[in-house]
């Protein structure tokens, strides 16, 4: 079984002729009433043998243009979106206090990198989580029965030497080495309104009820640019 479509189709016509004056383009539309069958066979038999470019020419054409434009576009996309690759490495995961934080970071620019500042940052984090009293409004056995709180007992960062902006290319490590904090300069508040420090600070199951812990997370960024952070956490003994 053949199915064909009833319609009308519309050629674009092109002719041209040399005379005197040069060459002449007249640009002419030609119908065709048909199927599409009675059409292919119409062209073959040279009934419409005055369309000398119809619209599928020109269509062909637009496609082949396409195809040669692919690789200048994938090309352009792969410059603009060359990125940047950026590594923190520690020399271990573990340190004491008064140790020294030794690592380095890797750069390589896929492309000029605006920024303000290459910084590595050390922070500690003390987190209590305890049970809700039940005097709090709104307690109830069903929904959440712990509070946590989150308080920064320490902050240390460094600022390394870098050329700014990174350019484009540049391929190079970036070494650091500074001192875990020491005891006393870790310092937590109790409920009580005390102050314990270094060693002293509670971590793990608490005797009131509750777990407490000390989180380092160590940093690295090249502020003001868009590069994304690198950070790792870390344990840190204090003494």
Known sequence: ??????????????????????????????????????????????????????????????ALVIIALIPIAVVAFILLNA???????????????????????????????????????????????????????????????????????????????IELPVAKGFKGEIPFSFAAPLGQQVSVKTPAGGIKQGAEIPEGELVSGGFASLNWTFTAALEGSKVEPELRMLGITLG
């Open 1 to 62: 079984m053949t199915a064909s479509i009833e319609g009308r189709c519309l050629f674009i016509g092109v002719r041209g002729t040399l005379g005197p004056a040069g060459l002449r383009v007249k640009v002419h539309p030609q119908r065709f009433e048909g199927s599409a069958d009675s059409l292919v066979r119409a062209l073959e038999r040279g009934h419409c043998s005055n369309v000398h470019a119809p619209i599928i020419l020109a269509m062909s054409t637009i």
């Open 83 to 161: 990125k940047t690759k950026f590594e923190l490495e520690l020399s271990q995961a573990a340190y004491s206090s008064g140790e020294n934080i030794e690592g380095s970071i890797t750069i390589a620019a896929g492309g000029e990198v605006p920024a303000e500042r290459l910084v590595v940052t050390l922070i500690g984090v003390y987190e209590e989580t305890r049970r809700k009293p039940r005097s709090t409004v709104g307690y109830d056995e069903k929904d959440d029965e712990w509070d946590t709180t989150s308080t920064e007992v320490f902050r240390c960062e460094e600022e390394l030497p």
